[in-house]
């Protein structure tokens, strides 16, 4: 069993950075690809950026690309995700995701575990 815990979550003004982590213990994600989604209220779970479990290929929404990057330190199992300039339509709860030898893949069910999210809020 895989447990994610996500952290780096806050209330920051518009324009300004966080930086999400995602992190496992007694289990590496070295054979996992990893993923990010965020869910506004009242909204689904959207993807936001994924990365393959080689670490060689990523994904973005068109929304986040050129502000958000993806990586991974499988040596400290870490996913991390850096947000900057932050945007008020970027407000949701962030979930990290993984999957077994997950390439990239963009849909909610095909991933097997979750964290429990971690509220970012973009104030105006």
């Known amino acids: 069993q895989v447990q994610l815990v996500e952290s780096g979550g806050g209330m920051v003004q518009a324009g300004g950075s966080l930086r999400l982590s995602c992190t496992t213990s007694?289990?590496?994600?070295?054979?996992?690809?990893m993923a990010w989604f965020r869910q506004a209220p009242g909204k689904e779970r959207d993807i936001v950026a994924t990365?393959?479990?080689?670490?060689?290929?990523?994904y973005y929404i068109d929304s986040v690309k050129g502000r958000f990057t993806i990586s991974r330190d499988s040596a400290k199992n870490t996913v991390f995700l850096q947000m900057n300039s932050l945007k008020p339509e970027d407000t949701a709860i962030y979930y990290c995701?993984?999957?077994?030898?997950?390439?990239?893949?963009?849909?909610?069910?095909?991933?097997?575990?979750w964290g429990q999210g971690t509220q970012v809020t973009v104030s105006s």
């Open positions: 990365i393959s479990w080689t670490g060689r290929s990523t």
């Open positions: 007694g289990h590496t994600i070295s054979t996992y690809g």
């Open positions: 995701a993984a999957a077994p030898f997950a390439l990239g893949e963009t849909t909610a069910s095909r991933y097997n575990y």
